[in-house]
């Protein structure tokens, strides 16, 4: 069997392969093929041809798999797929058989839309991989798995301390010298968008509103001047910052509060940035400010370590961890006081309060997250 014969007789070869076995054999002959399409540097078309045929083997092999008792990890016992007691004596690694069990769980329509791109552009040398499929199917996983906790999230009630929209009419509506405590994480002004997450649906991966330099510092210092008036005579604020805009948010916040001691966040794990060049940074600021002379439960450092939240648990891209929160609230609560979160991200500004008791509110622009925030303090299901 040679290129030629691979593509001509594509769709009769692999109708043929009704057992792991033949799978298996016919999978080990299209790689030669590859092998020496590759040696020989055969053009990037012909090359995709012979890819494809691999890919389809794979999903097919995958499927039979799937079926199959060895492929769940377990000794065969009756199948119509293979007479072998194992992945070992079919030639098959754990490895490779979930790789093609994965390829063959992704919907028919999206296996072939990413055939179809790969072919569309392989003057742009993007190549038809195995790894490239199975990164289409971890992606499928984490869409449906999305799509499932939207649903879900659908049918939990609105929690009554939080409010969908723009914080600027929003803040207006509160009773003048009502708030005790502002405690919130603006728009910084940065662009944050992560590009470490190789998936593009990634918590990590999605912007931010009103993340320019321009809508931020807009944002904060109208924000500043309503609290001015929603704040109690004696208050407390707090607003996290990064370390590049620091002077900025100083200049903006500076006008209409006391600015204190600036709080460091130490998050116990270096960021992404320049790896051979910088110091890897592992921390954030937050201004505390005061309007009058509120006094502070008791005297700590100004240095907090506390835990990032891990990736695999964010709801939000900048996500606060609630024991932050608390660390800070152990400082300025009262039993009575009202707390105010104008940018609520992930809510935990707004979980930490219920934990203590404390009444509170949170506002928050993107209705996506707003719902995700509301899960997240009506049950708590994540630290």
């Not at 590759?38 to 798999?65: C, H, S, V």
């Not at 999305?146 to 929003?170: P, W, Y």
Request: aromatic residues 8%.
């Amino acid at each position: 069997m040679d290129a030629l014969q691979l593509r001509d007789n594509a769709k009769q070869q692999l109708a043929e392969i009704r057992t792991i076995e033949t799978g298996v054999e016919y999978l080990n002959k299209v790689k030669a093929i590859e092998t020496w399409a590759k040696a020989e540097k055969k053009d990037a078309e012909l090359q995709n041809i012979i890819a494809e045929q691999k890919l389809r083997t794979q999903r097919i092999l995958g499927g039979l798999l799937n079926e199959s008792d060895i492929g769940k990890g377990r000794p065969n016992k009756m199948s119509k797929t293979t007479t072998f007691n194992s992945l070992k004596d079919v030639g098959i690694n754990r490895d490779q058989s979930s790789a093609f069990q994965k390829i063959a769980s992704l919907p028919q329509e999206i296996f072939e839309e990413e055939i179809a791109t790969a072919k569309e552009e392989t003057n742009k040398r993007i190549e038809l991989t195995t790894s490239k499929l199975l990164k289409a199917a971890k992606q499928y996983e984490k869409d449906k798995k999305r799509k499932a906790q939207g649903d879900v999230i659908k049918t939990i009630n609105i929690s009554d301390k939080i409010k969908n929209g723009d914080s600027l009419e929003i803040l207006k509506t509160l009773p003048n010298n009502s708030i005790d405590i502002v405690l919130t994480d603006p728009p910084y002004g940065i662009d944050y968008k992560s590009n470490r997450s190789e998936y593009k649906n990634s918590i990590t991966s999605r912007g931010l509103l009103n993340d320019s330099k321009t809508d931020a510092f807009f944002l904060l210092d109208e924000t500043c001047k309503i609290l001015l008036d929603k704040t109690a005579e004696n208050s407390h604020l707090y607003f996290f910052c990064s370390w590049s805009v620091f002077s900025d948010f100083k200049s903006i916040i500076s006008k209409y509060f006391t600015i204190k001691t600036p709080i460091v966040w130490d998050k116990q794990n270096k960021g992404s940035g320049d790896l051979e060049n910088d110091w890897g940074n592992q921390t954030e600021l937050i201004i505390y400010c005061t309007k009058g002379k509120k006094n502070i439960n008791y005297r700590k450092g100004n240095v907090i370590s506390i835990p990032k939240v891990h990736s695999s648990k964010l709801i939000h891209p900048t996500q606060k961890p609630t024991e932050l929160i608390k660390e800070i609230l152990e400082v300025s609560a009262l039993k009575n006081d009202f707390v105010v979160d104008p940018f609520m991200g992930s809510g935990s500004t707004i979980k930490a309060c219920d934990e203590y008791g404390l009444k509170s509110f949170g506002i928050e622009l993107d209705k996506q997250m707003f719902l995700l925030a509301n899960k997240f303090i009506n049950e708590g299901t994540r630290n």
